[in-house]
């Protein structure tokens, strides 16, 4: 087991774990997006910030192992404050339609917000939505302006489901989630719906049709 410090707290943890899960684990919160715990971590979002004894700068706490004697801090003023930016960059990139969102009052992104007292519509930048592009699917429908880019969706498709059906396009601010999926993967689709269940915007949805829609029930 590795011993370690997180907020004055002394916990166990096992070799290679990372702090984010431990800390959880310990019911110590830091505020997390992207991280799953199943796939590898992408630190893409920057929630998870952590100062670690010793160093000078704060590390993704989804990415970083535990190590023996490690002392960590989750809660400095400094850390809220880079958390909050992150947050609001985020959140710019989201179209808030919350009534109209079936994650509403369930969602993730939600609930970030209020904890670090953050606006669902940050007036600091403006609205940072991808241009639309074309994702081609047949059963599932993809929203860019919904969509926080924290690969959760992509990760998930090629760590637990075993496909990579989708993928990233494009770059930086254009960066979109793209479909690869060929007629042989439709079927496939309609059982996964990993992608679906894991992204945290609803920004992917199973297609209203309601032969598709009943076919997933089923
Ligand atoms: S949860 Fe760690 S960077 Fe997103």
């Not at 993809?142 to 924290?150: G, N, T």
Request: aromatic share 6%.
């Amino acid at each position: 087991m590795v011993q370690l410090t997180i907020d004055n707290r002394k916990l166990e943890s096992h070799p290679g774990e990372k702090i984010l899960w431990t800390a959880l684990e310990a019911g110590i919160f830091i505020p997390h997006l992207c991280a799953l715990k199943e796939v590898e971590a992408f630190a893409g979002c920057r929630l998870c910030l952590v100062e670690i004894e010793g160093e000078k700068e704060p590390a993704a706490a989804c990415a970083r192992e535990v190590a023996p004697g490690m002392v960590v801090r989750t809660d400095s003023d400094r850390l809220k404050a880079l958390r909050r930016l992150s947050l609001e960059l985020i959140l710019a990139s989201h179209q808030a339609d919350c009534p109209a969102c079936a994650l509403h009052k369930k969602c993730q992104l939600q609930d970030l917000a209020a904890r670090l007292k953050v606006s669902l519509k940050p007036r600091r930048f403006p609205p940072l939505y991808p241009a639309a592009d074309e994702f081609e699917h047949r059963c599932i429908e993809y929203v860019p302006e919904r969509c926080v880019i924290c690969t959760r969706c992509t990760r998930a498709c090629t760590a637990i489901a075993g496909k990579g059906i989708i993928d990233l396009r494009f770059r930086g601010l254009d960066t979109v989630i793209g479909s690869l999926a060929e007629p042989e993967d439709y079927e496939f689709c309609l059982t996964c719906g990993k992608c679906v269940e894991v992204c945290p915007a609803a920004a992917l949805r199973f297609r209203s049709d309601p032969d598709v829609s009943a076919s997933h029930r089923g």
